[in-house]
């Protein structure tokens, strides 16, 4: 019954992407080109957007290494927000619901659960640590 599943959703995929190909290849030919004017436009407004975060972050660290340090570390930041629930439900989900049956899942998802709380704490806190070392005790 597995095997039967994974080839079709394998075969369901493969036809989304032969089928996204051509459709994307046949409203481009009309058109004659790759990125639409109105793509490319979000795409400049998005560069602009993030230069203009790192030139900030420059400005207040007073360094372009300590703003482009800071910049990225917010970024951890933000990101390891879903991440760590989406860690967290994966591991909870080993230890709960699998490891009733068979203890090396329930060891298995407590272990990856305190792991993932280990690795969210410390993207939460880094930027802190970060900001708080260069603001107070550099000169």
């Not at 917010?74 to 390891?80: A, P, Q, T």
Request: net charge positive; hydrophobic share 50%.
């Amino acid at each position: 019954m597995k095997k039967v599943l994974i080839v079709f959703i394998s075969l369901i995929c493969i036809i989304g992407i032969l089928f996204a190909n051509y459709s994307y290849a046949t409203n481009n030919v009309a058109t004659n080109e790759i990125i639409s004017s109105k793509t490319k436009s979000k795409l400049v407004e998005i560069k602009d957007t993030e230069i203009k975060s790192v030139a900030d972050y420059t400005e207040v660290y007073g360094s372009a290494v300590y703003g482009t340090v800071g910049y990225i570390l917010n970024k951890v930041r933000i990101y390891s927000i879903p991440l760590g629930f989406l860690g967290i439900a994966v591991c909870a989900i080993y230890e709960f619901i699998m490891g009733g049956r068979n203890l090396e899942n329930r060891q298995k998802g407590f272990n990856g659960m305190v792991a993932t709380v280990a690795i969210f704490v410390i993207c939460q806190i880094l930027p802190l640590v970060f900001a708080i070392v260069i603001k107070g005790w550099r000169e």
